[in-house]
């Protein structure tokens, strides 16, 4: 490898190039940029050619054509020692480029912008940029191409090292780093002008890309490897851009469970809420007065399964909320926001208990796209952003009017706990709600209710019972009015009449299901034998 002689300058984020070029040209490297960036290095005393000059082509059309020569694109190509490469050089007087620096005009953060207009989204679509950074980054061999300013201190120290060259091993990291750069850009572009189009995706090619990765300590388990990607341009709050503010490092089942914590938690981003996740699953789901209230009627939905979860809560964390947690093992806490003293209790309670604050407002679901890996291939998917299509009672029984709120509350917290899914919700106080039952994930849906949701819930109200001293009522008939007085949510229709029996017999009188079963009349029928109120929504939520 000959030391570096020439070097093209030409950036849109001018971070830090005014000192790279100037350790270059200390160097005696000739400097080579266009437009803004020359200015740039000009202002600091540096030495500068123009493109037009070295191309003996002007610039034209606006700039859009100033590095589109044969002078820079062979400067960056051709094969160094090959010897018909070489004569074709010298044969039409051609001079080697051997370092770029380039990167791209700002595009996703002009299509980030509120109201930005087509045109302006197009002119700022790179087209020399990426045409030189693709050059030099495929002749690596020879070109060192550095596209990202956190390797201007690389590239010099191997220069200064190795007595003005680059190894080939640097080089051919920084050209991958163009190429997977270059991916990211081009499948912004992608996105922005397919949504412009108004073409069902469906159609398109499906395109994505991220940034650098960060490695994680593991997988789900200690033998697999993992890292995390992040969404630049993630449209909404997300708990990847989350700032951690104590605590260990985030694993890999911290982020799935903190992610499910955080859609749930989009449900009733409007309320004082709590949700707690345990293996993806929502075991404590709660609104209240105020977050402490909130925080202890989740935590009140499932204390066994509460212990080493994830929660996350909808308002900023207050001392009162704080001290909830006081003897309470948790993973991670996610929050909008947490008070200074409240911050303090918790990083002194625990060096193990992270902290996350949002870096976005919470707002509802988002309509934007799930995405799942399958061998070969990946399913894309709207998100499930609904909750009820078409409130319909078939049942002789009229479903409570004052409990729509409480039924669509559970309908929330049914769709995001893994399918077969039951939920028993109750509401505990005046406009207060609390989920109480679950069962999720069991292979038919009468199981999920009569072995985890009914023996769940049951429970729960046994130890409501001891706490609230309700006197002159025996526990039976406390658990049977407050059954009664719950609401069961299904997320899916009901094949056969068993689970009407099954939620009859535990004292249940209010049910919610999507319908649309074949067996809709003889479910139907059930809930009509037991004066049972049953709803139909119109909308599954399976989760899978």
């Given at each position: 490898m000959k030391k570096i002689e020439r070097a093209l300058i030409s950036v849109s984020d001018k971070k830090g190039v005014v000192d790279f070029a100037s350790a270059l040209a200390k160097r005696g490297i000739e400097i080579l940029s266009t437009g803004g960036t020359a200015r740039a290095l000009r202002d600091a005393g540096i030495t500068v050619k123009d493109v037009s000059e070295f191309t003996g082509f002007p610039e034209m059309l606006d700039g859009r054509v100033k590095t589109l020569h044969p002078k820079v694109h062979a400067g960056l190509l051709y094969r160094r020692g090959d010897r018909d490469h070489e004569q074709t050089m010298k044969e039409h007087e051609l001079a080697p480029i051997d370092l770029v620096c380039v990167n791209l005009y700002p595009f996703e953060e002009t299509v980030a912008k509120p109201d930005v207009e087509l045109d302006e989204a197009v002119e700022n679509i790179d087209i020399g940029g990426p045409a030189m950074l693709r050059s030099a980054a495929k002749n690596f061999r020879a070109v060192t191409v550095v596209i990202d300013p956190d390797d201007y201190n690389r590239v010099l120290a191997e220069i200064a090292s190795d007595d003005g060259c680059t190894s080939e091993q640097l080089r051919m990291e920084l050209a991958n780093k163009v190429f997977a750069r270059l991916a990211a850009y081009n499948a912004s572009i992608a996105g922005y002008l397919e949504r412009q189009c108004g073409t069902e995706w469906q159609s398109s090619p499906f395109v994505m890309a991220y940034g650098p990765g960060n490695r994680l300590r593991y997988g789900e388990n200690p033998h697999q490897a993992a890292a995390v990607y992040r969404d630049a341009h993630a449209s909404s709050v997300t708990l990847a851009h989350a700032e951690q503010l104590h605590g260990k490092e985030l694993s890999y089942n911290n982020y799935l469970d903190g992610d499910a914590a955080l859609e749930a938690a989009r449900e009733i981003y409007d309320k004082?809420?709590?949700?707690?996740?345990?293996?993806?699953?929502?075991?404590?789901?709660?609104?209240?007065?105020?977050?402490?209230?909130?925080?202890?009627?989740?935590?009140?939905?499932?204390?066994?399964?509460?212990?080493?979860?994830?929660?996350?809560?909808?308002?900023?964390?207050?001392?009162?909320?704080?001290?909830?947690?006081?003897?309470?093992?948790?993973?991670?806490?996610?929050?909008?926001?947490?008070?200074?003293?409240?911050?303090?209790?918790?990083?002194?309670?625990?060096?193990?208990?992270?902290?996350?604050?949002?870096?976005?407002?919470?707002?509802?679901?988002?309509?934007?796209?799930?995405?799942?890996?399958?061998?070969?291939?990946?399913?894309?998917?709207?998100?499930?952003?609904?909750?009820?299509?078409?409130?319909?009672?078939?049942?002789?029984?009229?479903?409570?009017?004052?409990?729509?709120?409480?039924?669509?509350?559970?309908?929330?917290?049914?769709?995001?706990?893994?399918?077969?899914?039951?939920?028993?919700?109750?509401?505990?106080?005046?406009?207060?709600?609390?989920?109480?039952?679950?069962?999720?994930?069991?292979?038919?849906?009468?199981?999920?209710?009569?072995?985890?949701?009914?023996?769940?819930?049951?429970?729960?109200?046994?130890?409501?019972?001891?706490?609230?001293?309700?006197?002159?009522?025996?526990?039976?008939?406390?658990?049977?009015?407050?059954?009664?007085?719950?609401?069961?949510?299904?997320?899916?229709?009901?094949?056969?009449?068993?689970?009407?029996?099954?939620?009859?017999?535990?004292?249940?009188?209010?049910?919610?299901?999507?319908?649309?079963?074949?067996?809709?009349?003889?479910?139907?029928?059930?809930?009509?034998?037991?004066?049972?109120?049953?709803?139909?929504?119109?909308?599954?939520?399976?989760?899978?």
């Open positions: 004082a809420g709590t949700v707690i996740i345990k293996h993806s699953n929502p075991c404590g789901y709660a609104t209240g007065k105020n977050l402490a209230e909130a925080f202890e009627a989740a935590w009140d939905g499932d204390q066994v399964s509460a212990f080493g979860s994830v929660i996350a809560v909808t308002h900023p964390v207050t001392m009162e909320t704080a001290q909830k947690l006081k003897g309470r093992f948790i993973e991670v806490l996610i929050a909008p926001d947490y008070d200074e003293d409240a911050l303090k209790f918790l990083r002194d309670k625990s060096a193990d208990i992270r902290l996350l604050k949002l870096t976005r407002p919470l707002t509802p679901p988002s309509p934007d796209m799930t995405i799942r890996q399958i061998s070969g291939g990946l399913l894309v998917q709207e998100r499930d952003t609904g909750l009820v299509d078409n409130w319909f009672v078939p049942t002789e029984t009229p479903f409570p009017e004052d409990k729509r709120e409480l039924a669509e509350f559970g309908v929330a917290a049914c769709k995001h706990v893994k399918s077969n899914t039951i939920v028993i919700v109750r509401e505990y106080a005046p406009g207060q709600f609390m989920q109480i039952g679950m069962g999720a994930g069991q292979p038919n849906r009468v199981d999920a209710l009569r072995k985890l949701a009914l023996p769940l819930a049951f429970n729960n109200i046994e130890r409501f019972y001891e706490t609230s001293k309700v006197y002159g009522k025996s526990l039976q008939e406390f658990q049977m009015e407050t059954m009664r007085d719950s609401v069961m949510v299904s997320d899916a229709f009901f094949p056969f009449a068993d689970s009407i029996e099954h939620a009859a017999q535990a004292g249940i009188r209010n049910i919610v299901q999507p319908g649309g079963s074949k067996r809709d009349e003889e479910v139907i029928a059930a809930c009509d034998q037991y004066g049972i109120a049953m709803a139909f929504t119109g909308m599954r939520h399976f989760r899978h």
